[in-house]
């Protein structure tokens, strides 16, 4: 039985034709493009079986245990290298007169799992997953995808897994009819079997394009109710919209029909600035892996220490989140408050978050184990912390409190182990200068809630240890999160860049604007939530208490300082106000909005607020204008973004892409939009800098407002694609 392998794990599928292996090793090593030559490898190694009369029965299957990754996705940015198309492929797969059965193993996604859809039989190792990620990349399964799978595992099934992009471990797989096997042991040797099985069947009946799709009793009105639900998730993605559209018309075309369809919207995406976005995003949260340091230690490098067990101190908000992603990656956990009853309410919290983990998670609670004191325990003494290999400490905001923290860690904790400080702006220089070993030191900057946010950001601080910093990077991958290295500096890279965006939007209530008028504007544009709810839901006071360490506000302003003023530069005191109201977010029911109870969640618009407004601009002598939404976004991205330049400029971050990483994972950024540089090369950086020119000279108060010299640089140099700004860095002002 000649037998087709679908090679190169990730990159592209490619075929080796057993029986004639020297010749198709000769044309993959040659082919430009690689894309183009598999297909014809697939395409010749079929006619072959077809033709061969000896052959009774075709399997395809993978290489080094792994079906295939879908199509090459940097061949769709390049529009030279693309190939042919791989949909007629595997209609010819399908239409084969001998039977054909993929044989998946680790993975069969996006254009990998259209190969196999065309195959008459599946069978699947266990542990195999399967999906159809293409909307996740701004695209729709465009090799037949959308037509096939409706017609095998049903269109709510097929509609879920194509417009998300999820992956399905085999066991699901096998439950939607997916796949008609699973099998533990060899699955190819099971393909074998199975194929000699089926020799001489019928194979009308196996050809998907043959099959309708299975009827719903209430078709119309689930198509209704899905496209109102992919709708509102996309929050301006076009991709799952267009996937949606693509499932809609296999539900009312003919096969060849819903094919030319799935082609046309197929093209519409992939000409899409959202497609080449979602690609950037793709690579870059890839390339953020390889990490690199002013002083040149790199991820190439650099070797982790193991961490087999750790410990973590404070379990507020933060503590309990991290606590609960050490569990759930299998790491045992020491969990340490100040006293008993901290640590009770703790414990009594961190219990609830792993149940409600474990019931979202195949096998249940067993899986985690978090009842057993070995894996987790929860201590007062810090005596418990002497032989972990890893600390991760998350009191609240004090620089007093976290150096005595970490000067008790440093005489406790065994010479080797690392010392994490789980802050949000605060100097690591400074903590770790309360250690005797400030190479063991490190920020690692969780986003709440941390067992949910897939964002690290990693700070290195002037003698962190290269090793320390694989180690973090590690246990970042090992939490299933995204890691970014970064310099040190007030706010790190994710909060700098955030309180320019932040101060606009304050400002622009000033000026005659509203909460919900800005929120709106910025969700339209994508995010997650807008700044004035988000404010709301992280508590008002948070702010309040830093701008009161830092001298902004409260009982050490001097007296006689300007109330719209700090420093010489323009300052807002309505955040400070609200507070001094008692309006905390939604904790209290009140703050940018009003909300039904304590801790709602519903924003109302609140009449008192608009009247405080309007009484503020009297007060300060503001004339109230209308603010557009063009207004809104511009001041509030473009800023953020100039201090993007300024954080590159000084070397905080090695390149644009971790910059984007972190605003995409960390902050609710639009992904269809790449991240905020992305987005910023994409509108043009010229056109940035004449409208951060303009609201500079209207606002010359307003020092984030004034161009960054790097920016001023690039548009100077003639506005480079974003893969070369770096080179344009000068040695002497970049530290990377
Ligand atoms: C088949 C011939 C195609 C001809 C092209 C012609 C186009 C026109 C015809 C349209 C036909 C449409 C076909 C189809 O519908 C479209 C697709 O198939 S799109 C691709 C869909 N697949 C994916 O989205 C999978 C993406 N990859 C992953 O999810 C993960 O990488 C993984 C496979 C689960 C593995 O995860 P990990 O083990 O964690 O490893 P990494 O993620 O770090 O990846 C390692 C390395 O591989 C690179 N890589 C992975 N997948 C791809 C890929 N599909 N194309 C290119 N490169 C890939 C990844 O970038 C890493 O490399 P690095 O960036 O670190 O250098």
Not at 66 to 84: C, L, N, T, V
Not at 104 to 133: D, N, S, T, W
Not at 276 to 293: G, I, S
Not at 389 to 413: G, P, Q, R, T
């Amino acid at each position: 039985m000649p037998r087709f392998t679908l090679t190169g794990s990730h990159t592209s599928l490619s075929l080796d034709l057993f029986a004639d292996l020297h010749k198709v090793k000769a044309l993959l090593a040659s082919a430009e493009p690689v894309s183009g030559a598999v297909l014809q490898a697939l395409e010749d190694g079929l006619k072959k079986a077809g033709a061969d009369s000896s052959v009774k029965a075709v399997m395809i299957c993978g290489e080094n245990g792994k079906f295939s990754a879908g199509a090459d996705i940097r061949g769709f940015s390049a529009p030279k290298k693309r190939g042919g198309a791989l949909g007629p492929i595997v209609s010819l797969i399908e239409s084969s007169e001998k039977p054909v059965v993929a044989a998946i193993e680790g993975v069969a996604l996006g254009g990998g799992l259209e190969v196999a859809l065309g195959c008459h039989y599946r069978i699947a190792h266990a542990k195999a997953r399967m999906g159809l990620p293409e909307v996740t990349l701004g695209l729709l399964p465009g090799a037949e995808g959308t037509q096939r799978l409706p017609r095998l595992i049903g269109v709510p099934a097929a509609l879920d897994m194509i417009t998300t992009g999820k992956h399905i471990p085999a066991t699901e797989a096998l439950k939607l009819g997916l796949v008609d096997e699973i099998v533990e042991e060899n699955t190819i040797e099971a393909a074998i079997r199975l194929a000699n099985k089926v020799i001489g069947q019928p194979l009308g009946p196996r050809r998907l394009s043959l099959k309708p799709v299975p009827k719903l009793p209430n078709m119309e009105a689930f198509l209704r109710d899905a496209a109102v639900r992919v709708k509102r998730q996309a929050r301006g993605c076009l991709a799952p919209e267009l996937c949606f559209q693509a499932v809609r018309a296999a539900t009312e075309l003919p096969f060849a029909e819903g094919l030319r369809r799935e082609r046309e919207l197929f093209q519409v995406l992939l000409s899409s600035g959202q497609a080449r976005a979602l690609q950037y995003a793709f690579f870059a949260e890839r390339a953020v892996h390889r990490w690199a340091t002013p002083t040149g230690a790199s991820w190439s490098s650099a070797a982790p220490q193991p961490v087999r067990r750790a410990a973590v101190i404070g379990l507020g908000t933060m503590g309990r989140g991290i606590v609960t992603s050490l569990v759930k990656a299998n790491i045992p956990v020491v969990a340490l408050e100040q006293d008993l009853e901290y640590l009770n309410k703790g414990r009594k919290a961190v219990m609830l978050l792993l149940e409600r983990e474990a019931m979202k998670m195949e096998g249940g609670a067993q899986t985690l184990d978090f009842h057993n004191p070995a894996r987790l325990q929860f201590t007062v003494d810090f005596d418990l912390l002497r032989d972990v290999d890893l600390v991760i400490e998350a009191v609240f905001e004090n620089m007093a409190l976290k150096k005595e923290i970490f000067h008790k860690l440093s005489k406790i904790c065994k010479p080797g182990a690392l010392l994490c400080t789980n802050t949000s702006a605060l100097n690591i220089d400074e903590i770790a200068s309360a250690t005797s070993r400030p190479q063991q030191v490190i920020g690692t900057h969780f986003f709440s809630p941390a067992h949910v946010m897939r964002l690290l950001e990693i700070i290195y601080g002037r003698h962190t240890s290269p090793s320390a910093i694989a180690t973090a990077m590690q246990l970042a991958k090992t939490l299933k999160k995204v890691g970014v290295v970064v310099g040190n500096c007030f706010g790190f890279v994710g909060n700098r860049m955030m309180f320019p965006y932040v101060e606009q939007a304050v400002f622009l209530l000033e000026e005659g604007s509203r909460p919900e008028a800005v929120d709106q504007a910025l969700e339209d544009f994508g995010f997650k939530i807008g700044p004035f709810r988000m404010s709301d839901l992280a508590g008002l006071d948070v702010g309040w208490r830093s701008r009161q360490g830092q001298g902004l506000t409260g009982p050490s302003l001097p007296a006689g300082t300007p109330a719209r003023q700090r420093h010489g530069q323009r300052y807002s005191p309505l955040p400070d106000l609200l507070c001094e109201h008692g309006r905390f977010g939604q904790k209290n029911a009140k703050g940018w909005y009003q909300y039904e109870k304590a801790g709602g969640r519903t924003a109302t618009p609140d009449p008192w607020l608009h009247n405080f407004l309007s009484q503020y601009r009297d007060t300060h002598g503001i004339k109230t204008r209308f603010i557009d939404q063009e207004e809104i976004l511009e001041r509030c991205l473009f800023s953020l973004i100039n201090e993007g330049f300024a954080v590159l400029a000084e070397g905080i971050a090695s390149g644009p892409e971790h910059l984007d990483v972190i605003y995409v994972n960390g902050y609710g950024w639009p992904k269809h939009t790449g991240g905020p540089m992305f987005y910023a090369s994409t509108v043009g950086l010229p056109r940035v800098l004449a409208k951060l020119q303009k609201y500079s000279e209207a606002h010359p108060d307003v020092p984030r407002l004034r161009p960054n010299a790097f920016l001023k640089k690039l548009v100077a140099v003639g506005n480079p694609p974003i893969k070369e700004w770096m080179s344009y860095l000068s040695q002497q002002s970049a530290k990377l």
